[in-house]
């Protein structure tokens, strides 16, 4: 079950430098986010560790993340946000 406080520190993660990255991240973090499965939460704070210009070209489906677990995330991610792509 996920409490306030863990929704609140991913919020706050969630906010970064770059308002594409604001724009993909937060309705995500603010809808979606309390109803992952304790595997996708774990995935979505190690993707908040990765810096925002990986960040960027991965929702923009530049490159796609070395790391599996950083990838599911990722298309769980962009699934959201762009139903229409998949």
Known sequence: MLDTEEHNRMRWASRRGMLELDLVLEPFVNQRFPQLDAADRERYRQLMLSEDQELFG???RREVPEDP????????ILAFTRPDLD
């Open 69 to 76: 677990e950083l990838a599911a995330i990722v298309r769980v």
């Open 58 to 60: 991965w929702f923009l």
